[in-house]
């Protein structure tokens, strides 16, 4: 398959994206690209050689380590290419750039918010439940960590219907489904044009939404496991104690990252497992709620981030 004069195939690069403000940003093993769409309808692009970590340092590429590596590069990747992005439609507008450091700050107020929305307050809900419903349990059972996942599965899918209802994180959804139209494309060997990408399906089991949901099954299961072993009293103690439950769950995310990726990518490459399918069918059912069908001219901003991305993986491979 030929992209802007490059012989990459399929097998040789796995290529990852992310939608952003109007755009889309692709990412290579060596390369990142950036296109957005600005109001005059011209297309800006940002575009660059990239290494991870891992390259530098081995023992970052190791199984189970990779995986909380590769979510750190991509929010500090995401940052930056979301930064750009909102400065060419500010650009539009004739107003001030927005500064890495105040999208660092939004972007760190936002991870906050997640937290206290996404682990502090399932678990004390769940502690709720568990004191005053009508079965008691504490944090040793396995049903406060299935409450606490369902909870957590409730305030997140409500959170992406509540902002999907806005404009613009609905055209955000579309270049969503424009991203994963246009890997779909590239991973079918198949031309780089808006014909082709045209033609596939929004829903891709390798997208951090899926990734999202295989952390919430994974967590259920590890909690289960580990807070017997470090609350042998049963209940879990008073409402201070709780707060320790809760700095151990942020902490247990890095191996539940690590291991959600390890099986994301291993069902992706084995998707004829029945078993696997089925661990990896909740996300794609969630991503229907964060893709919508794009435009052909959205698509076309998509095709124009990878080919990039992969001209410059070209490059770097040859050189």
């Known amino acids: 398959m030929n992209c802007s004069g490059t012989s990459i195939t399929k097998k040789e690069v796995k290529v ?12 290579s093993p060596s390369a990142l690209a950036v296109a957005v769409r600005k109001a005059s309808g011209e297309v800006a692009i940002k575009e660059t050689p990239w290494k991870s970590w891992s390259d530098r340092f081995p023992w970052m590429a190791w199984p189970f380590v990779r995986g909380s590596v590769i979510l750190f590069e991509a929010l500090v990747n995401g940052l930056d290419a979301l930064t750009f992005s909102a400065n060419q439609a500010l650009d539009d507008e004739d107003e001030d750039e927005m500064g890495f450091w105040t999208m660092s700050f939004t972007i760190a107020a936002a991870i906050g918010l997640g937290l206290l929305m996404f682990v502090v307050a399932p678990h004390y809900l769940s502690l709720l439940i568990g004191r005053f419903g009508p079965m008691r349990f504490g944090v040793t ?3 406060f960590h299935a409450i606490d996942g369902v909870i957590k599965l409730a305030f997140f899918i409500g959170y ?23 890997i779909y494309t590239y991973e079918a060997g198949q031309e780089l044009i808006v014909e082709n990408a045209r033609e596939h399906i929004t829903l891709h089991p390798r997208c951090g939404t899926a990734f999202i949901i295989v952390v919430l099954m994974i967590s259920i299961l590890l909690f289960t496991i580990v807070f017997p072993l470090i609350s042998p009293a049963g209940r879990g103690g008073g409402w201070a104690l709780q707060l320790l439950y809760v700095a151990v ?11 959600a990726y390890e099986l994301n990518r ?6 004829d497992n029945a078993i696997l399918k089925a661990a990896i069918i909740p996300g794609l059912w969630v991503q229907k709620l964060t893709t919508r069908e794009p435009s052909d001219d959205q698509i076309e901003v998509a095709l124009i981030a990878l080919k990039r991305a992969l001209s410059i993986e070209a490059a770097q491979s040859a050189s």
């Open 160 to 182: 992406i219907w509540l902002i999907s209802q806005i404009k613009e994180i609905g055209r955000l959804f579309e270049y969503h489904g424009a991203e994963h139209k246009s």
């Open 141 to 143: 059972s396995i049903t």
């Open 16 to 27: 990852g994206g992310q939608a952003v403000l109007e755009g889309v940003m692709m990412r």
């Open 249 to 259: 769950k942020i902490v247990l995310m890095l191996p539940i990252a690590g291991a």
């Open 266 to 271: 291993y069902a992706s490459q084995h998707m």
